[in-house]
Structure formats: structure tokens, C-alpha cells
């Protein structure tokens, strides 16, 4: 049952819905968890009411799963019902009517200057896995792109010649510029280390940044690439792929960037997804006073 039905749902997502990979893998897990419940309870997918999802999401809860976490698995059960209302599996959705309390967002962690720099000077360049680990990183703080769509990036979706990366996917396309120290970084890699790490098997491999057995980078594996670094700049504040992302943007905004250009650079459908970094600038610019100016922190005179 579990099997047949995630098989069929995986199709409906790639061919129906158009999801990202993220979103793909995210809904895969929670509907693959969802159905292994349901089996235990001696439930069919077609014969589940709202009492029954009100039921599961408080066994989510009993298991301390997060508000977001939770929220995410609704969204995932709406999604896989509404494709049991195409097939005329089900004629309603009863997940369409359960309510949550919304998780209340919490700002990104923020690297200063100071901070990515010395993030950045962390991989040996003159060793073929820190070239390429320093490529990644100036890349991905020159663009801001998404840690997938950074290792889905291809040889040919970057120009050094102009100092353009194309980054696309099923939906969308946008181009992005490219500061030059991330051009002779990940030049660096392409003409002096990339080649050496791909197998003769692996030749055709159009992957740009490749992993140490000759194939496709993944986005666990440079997770964990930044978190080593993190830990050998002993830098304290939690740092994973997308505080580099959340970086880029705020440092563009505090040196004078459009809100609008952001968006477009981070590839954003929605401009309030962008608004979260005025909300962190005018936090920092707080911090920064409270921290540098002479008169702050004196007691008022009494």
C-alpha cells in the first residue's frame, strides 16, 4: 500500500506540480511516515477523515516534533489528499479544513564581514578538496543561490569570461552576477583541480562541483563542509549553507542594494519573503548602536 501510493504521489509532484527538489524530498518523507501510521492503524488513505489527521498531528506532537515541522506535514497532507481528489480516489480534502497555530519566525543567524571572511580563508587552496570548497563558498556568497541549486549547478551554467551564473530550474531562470574573486576561485577549480577528481567512468560528469568519488556534490555533503569549517574558524554562531545565503542578502542591503534586486538575485516569488532582511538590517543597525555609541549604555543623569 505505502509503496504503490508514494510511487504515484512522487509522479504527481514531478509532472503535475512542478515542485522544487526540496519540496519533492520534504513531502516524499512525510507522506512515506504518514502511510506507515496510517498501516499501523488498520487505515486506508482513502478512508481517513479530519478526526483521523487531527489524530496524527497530535502523535506528531506527542513525538516533540517542531511547529514547523508540524506545519510542514500538513501542508504535505493537503498536497498528497488533493492528488487522491484528481485520481477521484476521494472527493474532499480532509486536511483542508485543520487550522495551526502559525510558528512564530525566528530572524536568521547573520555573519559580519569579518566573520565570512575568515569563514571563506578556511579551505587550503593548495589541496584539490579546498580549492573546491573554496570555490563553493565565495560562489555561493557572491550569489546568494540556494545550497541545491548550488550543487545542481552545471559546468556550462557559468561565464567567467562575463562574470554571469545561470541558475535555473523547472519554473525559472535568473542570472546573477559574479564579484571577481569568485571567478578566479572557482576558475581556479575548474582548470586545476575539477578534471583530477572525476573518474574516467565519471568523464561526461557535467556537474561543476564534484564530490571526492568523481560524481555530483550533494547538498548533505556540502552541509557538512561548511559545518567543518564553521568549527575550524571557531566561530560560535550556528552556521549552515543558507546563513551564507541570508548573509549575502543582508550585506547587499546595507551597502545600499534594492529590496527589488534582491528578490530577483535570490530568486524570491514574493517580495515579503525578501522584507525579512529590513526587519534584520534595522536589528543590526540597533545592536551597532547600542554597541558603538559613547553615550548608550551610560545611566540616564539623574
Not at 575548474?190 to 577528481?197: D, E, S
Not at 575550524?232 to 534586486?261: C, V, W, Y
Request: with cysteine; proline share 3%; aromatic share 8%.
Amino acid at each position: 500500500m505505502t509503496r504503490d501510493y508514494c510511487l504515484e504521489f512522487h509522479q504527481y509532484l514531478i509532472h503535475k506540480k512542478s515542485v522544487s527538489k526540496n519540496t519533492l524530498d520534504s513531502y516524499l518523507h512525510d507522506i512515506t511516515i504518514y502511510l506507515s501510521y496510517l498501516e499501523q492503524q488498520n487505515i486506508i488513505p482513502i478512508n481517513t477523515t479530519t478526526n483521523t489527521i487531527e489524530r496524527y498531528i497530535k502523535e506528531l506532537i506527542r513525538r516533540k516534533r517542531s511547529k514547523a515541522t508540524i506545519t510542514r506535514n500538513l501542508a504535505s497532507l493537503r498536497c498528497f489528499y488533493q492528488y487522491l481528489i484528481e485520481i477521484n480516489e476521494i472527493k474532499y480534502n480532509p486536511a483542508k479544513e485543520i487550522k495551526l497555530e502559525k510558528p512564530q519566525k525566528k530572524l536568521p543567524h547573520i555573519l559580519t564581514g569579518k566573520e565570512m571572511e575568515l569563514l571563506l580563508s578556511q579551505p587550503n587552496v593548495l589541496e584539490a578538496k579546498g580549492c573546491r570548497d573554496r570555490a563553493m563558498m565565495e560562489l555561493l556568497y557572491a550569489t546568494g543561490i540556494r545550497a541545491s541549486e548550488l550543487v545542481e549547478l552545471n559546468v556550462q551554467d557559468i561565464n567567467l569570461n562575463t562574470g554571469i551564473l545561470l541558475c535555473h530550474n523547472h519554473k525559472t531562470k535568473r542570472f546573477i552576477p559574479i564579484y571577481r574573486t569568485a571567478i578566479v576561485a572557482v576558475s581556479d577549480y575548474i582548470q586545476r583541480v575539477r578534471n583530477q577528481m572525476i573518474f574516467p567512468k565519471n568523464g561526461e560528469e557535467q556537474a561543476l562541483f564534484i564530490n571526492l568519488n568523481g560524481k555530483r556534490l550533494t547538498r548533505q555533503g556540502f552541509w557538512k563542509i561548511i559545518k567543518s569549517y564553521a568549527e575550524q574558524a571557531h566561530i560560535l554562531k550556528e552556521i549552515t549553507p543558507h546563513t551564507m545565503r541570508h548573509s549575502f542578502a543582508l550585506h547587499l542591503l546595507e551597502n545600499g542594494a534594492e529590496l527589488k534586486d534582491i528578490q530577483v538575485m535570490m530568486g524570491h516569488a514574493d517580495i515579503s519573503s525578501t522584507q525579512i532582511y529590513l526587519k534584520l538590517l534595522n536589528q543590526h543597525l540597533k545592536e551597532t548602536y547600542h554597541n558603538c555609541h559613547p553615550r548608550s549604555n551610560q545611566e540616564e543623569s539623574k
